[in-house]
């Protein structure tokens, strides 16, 4: 009797195992996963807006600002300094305490002081835009300046002076 019971348990255990779903279940099962991977890889961050901070002369120390460069004097954010220093390879703006390191963008428009109006980093993106009708030839000009994030999207954004020197 034992053996009975012991094989008919095997029995039952062994036909559990070698079940699938019926097609149009296992399509439809398919079909939701697919379109939950595809949802968590389009979902973008939560947007988080940056607020640059001066960057202080022993900032210019640490990147070594010498030779023609331009840089941005914001208006009306109450900081005391430049919130980026661009020259002809790089920019650099300070965020969240961090000196960030930008790459120009020789395609884009030209700057004075063979400057560039675009540098691209890792983390953020900024573009100095000119007013309509204005020209990149003045040592001082009204700029906007736009950073944006990874993502492309606009986190920060501010009127000012770009004063550029040897």
């Known amino acids: 009797m034992l053996k009975i019971c012991v094989l008919v ?11 699938e779903p019926a097609p149009e279940q296992k399509a439809r099962s398919d079909a939701r996963d697919i379109a939950m991977v595809e949802a ?6 939560p947007l ?12 210019r120390e640490q990147i070594k600002a010498a030779g023609p460069h331009c840089a941005f004097m914001p208006e009306g954010l109450g900081v005391t300094g430049p919130t980026l220093l661009s020259n002809s390879t790089r920019a650099y703006m300070k965020i969240d305490d961090q000196l960030i ?7 884009g428009p030209a700057m004075p002081m063979a400057t560039w109006a675009r540098y691209t980093g890792k983390r953020f993106a ?35 002076s770009l004063v550029c020197s040897k």
């Open 126 to 160: 900024i573009e100095l835009k000119l007013p309509p009708g204005s020209t990149a030839g003045a040592d001082k000009l009204t700029v906007s300046l736009v950073l944006r994030d990874a993502y492309q999207r606009e986190v920060h954004i501010s009127a000012g």
């Open 48 to 59: 988080v807006t940056v607020l640059p901070q001066s960057i202080a002369d022993a900032d």
């Open 40 to 45: 968590a890889q389009t979902r973008l961050p």
């Open 9 to 19: 348990g095997m029995a039952a255990v062994l036909s559990s195992c070698g079940s």
């Open 101 to 107: 390191a930008l790459s120009s963008d020789p395609g």
